[in-house]
C-alpha cells in the first residue's frame, strides 16, 4: 500500500459528460501529481500541485481542469468526455518541492466513456 | 528510450536468467531517475532510485546504471522471476519538479 488513495477505482460514463476523480496523497506529502495512461501505453503527466498551487502542466487538455484543497487533497475535473479520454489516471504523491525524492502512486482510477 | 505513445517493447527471458533494461532521457539537466515497476492493473511501483554524481546503485538483486554522457540508463535484474513480470518505466526528475516517464518496458519471465 502506497498510501495514496484514489477514488473512485471504475468509472463508468457517457460522452459529454463531467467527472471527478479524487486523490489523497500520503500523510505528510505535499506534491500531487495526476497522469494519464492510455492502455498498454506509457505514463503521460497532466499536472502537478504543491501546497495548494499549481506547479507544473504537462499535456493536459484544455477540457481537463485540477486542483488541491487546503487538506492537500487533490481533484481531476474531467469535462465534455469523448471516447479517447478512456484511460487509467493516476495520482501521485511526494514529498518536498525542489527536492528530488521517488513518487508514490495510487492504484487509479479506471475511465471508460462509452 | 522508447517513444510515448507506441506499443510497448517486451523483453522476454528464461527464469534465473539476468535481465536488461534499457532507457535513455531527454533532459541532459535531469539529475535524478527512478526505475518503476507496474504489474497489471496496479500503480507503478517504486524499485531503485540514482541521482545524476552517480553511475550505479545497487539494490536487492536490482542494479541501475546511470551514463550522462549518452543520456541512457539501465536496470539489470539478477536471477530473474515470474514475479518480475510486469513493465518497467524509467522517469526522469529535475529539481524535484514533474517527473517525465519513459515509454516503458514489458518484461515477461518463462518458466
Known amino acids: 500500500d502506497s498510501g495514496v488513495t484514489q477514488t473512485p477505482k471504475h468509472l463508468i460514463t457517457a460522452t459529454g459528460q463531467r467527472v471527478t476523480l479524487r486523490c489523497s496523497p500520503r500523510s505528510g506529502d505535499l506534491s500531487v501529481y495526476w497522469y494519464q495512461q492510455s492502455l498498454d501505453q506509457g505514463l503521460q503527466f497532466l499536472i502537478q500541485?504543491?501546497?495548494?498551487?499549481?506547479?507544473a502542466k504537462g499535456n493536459i487538455l484544455e477540457r481537463f481542469s485540477a486542483q488541491q484543497f487546503p487538506d492537500l487533497h487533490s481533484e481531476l475535473n474531467l469535462s465534455s468526455l469523448e471516447l479517447g479520454d478512456s484511460a487509467l489516471y493516476f495520482c501521485?504523491?511526494?514529498?518536498?518541492?525542489?527536492?528530488?525524492?521517488?513518487?508514490?502512486f495510487g492504484q487509479g482510477t479506471r475511465l471508460t466513456v462509452v | 528510450g522508447e517513444s510515448v505513445g507506441l506499443h510497448l517493447p517486451t523483453l522476454s527471458v528464461q527464469e534465473g536468467d539476468n535481465s536488461i533494461i534499457n532507457c535513455a532521457y531527454s533532459?541532459?539537466?535531469?539529475?535524478?531517475f527512478i526505475w518503476y515497476k507496474q504489474e497489471s492493473g496496479k500503480g507503478p511501483q517504486f524499485i531503485i532510485d540514482?541521482?545524476?554524481?552517480?553511475d550505479k546503485r545497487q539494490g536487492q538483486r536490482v542494479t541501475v546504471l546511470l551514463n550522462k554522457t549518452v543520456k541512457h540508463l539501465s536496470l539489470q535484474i539478477a536471477a530473474t522471476q515470474p514475479g518480475d513480470s510486469a513493465v518497467y518505466f524509467c522517469?526522469?526528475?529535475?529539481?524535484?519538479?514533474?517527473?517525465?516517464f519513459g515509454g516503458g518496458t514489458r518484461l515477461m519471465v518463462k518458466p
Open positions: 533532459n541532459s539537466a535531469s539529475d535524478y
Open positions: 540514482i541521482r545524476s554524481n552517480m
Open positions: 501521485a504523491s511526494s514529498g518536498i518541492q525542489g527536492v528530488n525524492t521517488e513518487a508514490f
Open positions: 500541485y504543491y501546497n495548494g498551487e499549481e506547479r
Open positions: 522517469a526522469e526528475n529535475n529539481a524535484g519538479n514533474m517527473l517525465t
